[in-house]
């Protein structure tokens, strides 16, 4: 019998419409990931049934467990699609897109909620000028600057935000990518200057005191980023800061 591939997808029209099951088989073929098998069907959009129907709809860019855009969950995981390989999964392999963010269609998600939040806490470095950084900006500690690496691996992919239990459409959590990122930009340098104002973001509703340190966002990090270790800092910030804006202003 002719080995394939089959795979079991959540399917979804449109944002209001009712999601539905559809299953497909292609040949198989050796190094084949997700990604692949999915680029195989928009070719081939044949299901089980022998119909021919719309092309599954998915997100993708980098294809290097970078970008973290084709973030979905594959055999009950969230994890990039890029980086799950056929020969390594358990058959039929089943892919649903993310429930955290809004489904756009199929298998791609919205996840402009995750990037607003990174906008909340203002997690970019600013320079001003024209300086030559390499020369002028404070040096780092070899520590530091291995932790600030780890941060730094983010791809805000949002496996994190996925199993987080306190993120979801009825809280106002920006959840966990956030503030590992509000940590690492507190810690920079220059990316400092702005650190108050990062923290009285935290400290409002939906910040730091709504995470229930469940920490499943540490287990399911494809980066393997110390989210908690960025939570644990970020409560010593903020109540350092808390006293600051009693008994300094």
Same mark, same amino acid.
């Given at each position: 019998?002719?080995?394939?591939?089959?795979?079991?997808?959540?399917?979804?029209?449109?944002?209001?419409?009712? @999601?539905?099951?559809?299953?497909?088989?292609? @040949?198989?073929?050796?190094?084949?990931?997700?990604?692949?098998?999915?680029?195989?069907?928009?070719?081939?959009?044949?299901?089980?049934?022998?119909?021919?129907?719309?092309? $599954?709809?998915?997100?993708?860019?980098?294809?290097?467990?970078?970008?973290?855009?084709?973030?979905?969950?594959?055999?009950?995981?969230?994890?990039?699609?890029?980086?799950?390989?056929?020969?390594?999964?358990?058959?039929?392999?089943?892919?649903?897109?993310?429930?955290?963010?809004?489904? $756009?269609?199929?298998?791609?998600?919205?996840?402009?909620?995750?990037?607003?939040?990174?906008?909340?806490?203002?997690?970019? $470095?600013?320079?001003?000028?024209?300086?030559?950084?390499?020369?002028?900006?404070?040096?780092?500690? @070899?520590?530091?600057?291995?932790?600030?690496?780890?941060?730094?691996?983010?791809?805000?992919?949002?496996?994190?935000?996925?199993?987080?239990?306190?993120?979801?459409?009825?809280?106002?959590?920006?959840?966990?990518?956030?503030?590992?990122?509000?940590?690492?930009?507190?810690?920079? @340098?220059?990316?400092?200057?702005?650190?108050?104002?990062?923290?009285?973001?935290?400290?409002?509703?939906?910040?730091?005191?709504?995470?229930?340190?469940?920490?499943?966002? $540490?287990?399911?990090?494809?980066?393997?980023?110390?989210?908690?270790?960025?939570?644990?800092?970020?409560?010593?910030?903020?109540?350092?800061?808390?006293?600051?804006?009693?008994?300094?202003?």
């Amino acid at each position: 019998m002719e080995k394939t591939i089959h795979l079991r997808i959540k399917r979804q029209d449109g944002p209001a419409s009712s @999601p539905y099951w559809e299953e497909f088989k292609l @040949p198989y073929a050796p190094q084949h990931n997700v990604i692949s098998a999915l680029l195989y069907l928009r070719e081939h959009p044949i299901n089980l049934r022998g119909e021919r129907v719309a092309p $599954v709809v998915w997100e993708s860019n980098c294809m290097e467990e970078v970008c973290g855009a084709c973030t979905m969950i594959v055999n009950g995981t969230p994890r990039q699609a890029c980086a799950a390989l056929v020969d390594d999964l358990a058959q039929p392999i089943v892919l649903e897109p993310l429930v955290k963010f809004p489904i $756009v269609r199929d298998l791609h998600v919205d996840r402009q909620k995750m990037f607003d939040a990174l906008k909340k806490v203002k997690a970019w $470095v600013p320079l001003d000028g024209s300086q030559d950084i390499h020369q002028h900006a404070p040096r780092i500690a @070899p520590a530091d600057q291995a932790l600030r690496y780890a941060f730094s691996r983010c791809m805000t992919c949002g496996c994190c935000m996925e199993v987080c239990p306190q993120y979801h459409d009825a809280s106002a959590f920006i959840g966990p990518a956030p503030l590992g990122q509000t940590a690492l930009h507190n810690s920079h @340098p220059t990316g400092g200057f702005f650190k108050e104002e990062r923290l009285h973001a935290l400290m409002e509703k939906g910040g730091l005191a709504d995470c229930g340190n469940a920490q499943n966002c $540490v287990k399911v990090c494809p980066k393997d980023i110390p989210l908690t270790q960025a939570i644990g800092e970020l409560g010593r910030q903020a109540t350092i800061q808390w006293l600051r804006d009693i008994f300094v202003k």
